[in-house]
């Protein structure tokens, strides 16, 4: 809804008609995003110690009618579509919200694995056979090949220098586009570009050897460049 607003409000009739065609189709992929989330509880005293774990869930205000499955850990809408997957040490998670007794040394993994958009139930028991420590590795793999692209630094604070790193990944997050050639939104957050937030972005992006990404975002300001100047 936010999307649509801030749409109407800034794209021509054109550029409205062909937006409101990919929607459908952006809602109907064959693959979803998916969230991999672990919580690892470990007792490093000397007496056992309760964990407490609860997993994905809405807040009291915008709560709809949901169900929760103990005996495979799926959580789903009233429609049977499931949103989220949940384990607790590689089995289903037996309810939404539990505390485990660890003994001294003992650790526990509560997983959830949260598709962008909800999803069949078949499609929810493949996700939960999907293997956790292995999706980590091909993350981190991706992530460092983006890092090894365009200019290398490395700066003396460990802190500040995965700061850095880690806010140039942001910004290749919120740049909505299709890769690898193509027009790139360069998004600061939670609304759309504008010139005087994009544009340190944008610097910031060229000065790391970025400048095809650079050149994608400025390309973003050509496109909606009307006659009357907006």
């Not at 801030?6 to 409205?16: A, G, I, M, S």
């Not at 690892?40 to 007496?47: L, P």
């Not at 040394?105 to 499609?123: L, N």
Request: proline share 7%.
């Amino acid at each position: 809804d936010w999307l649509r607003k801030t749409l109407e409000r800034e794209l021509t009739p054109e550029q409205k008609a062909a937006f409101e065609k990919m929607v459908p189709v952006e809602e109907n992929t064959g693959e979803e995003v998916v969230l991999y989330f672990r919580a690892k509880a470990v007792n490093t005293g000397s007496v056992p110690r309760y964990a407490y774990f609860r997993t994905l869930t809405f807040n009291q205000w915008t709560r709809p009618k949901i169900g929760f499955d103990g005996a495979t850990g799926f959580s789903s809408y009233s429609s049977g579509r499931v949103f989220c997957v949940s384990r607790m040490n590689g089995q289903p998670l037996p309810q939404e919200e539990m505390a485990v007794l660890l003994q001294p040394g003992e650790a526990a993994d509560m997983e959830f694995f949260f598709p962008h958009a909800p999803i069949s139930v078949e499609r929810a028991r493949k996700l939960a056979r999907q293997d956790f420590d292995r999706r980590l590795a091909e993350c981190r793999k991706y992530w460092q090949a983006k890092l090894d692209v365009g200019t290398r630094y490395h700066l003396p604070e460990p802190r500040i220098n995965d700061m850095v790193q880690a806010g140039l990944l942001h910004l290749d997050l919120t740049h909505y586009g299709l890769e690898p050639d193509g027009t790139l939104a360069p998004a600061v957050g939670v609304y759309g570009p504008i010139g005087s937030e994009s544009a340190p972005i944008i610097q910031f992006l060229d000065s790391m050897g970025r400048h095809h990404q650079a050149e994608r975002c400025l390309q973003f300001f050509l496109d909606q460049q009307r006659d009357n100047g907006f």
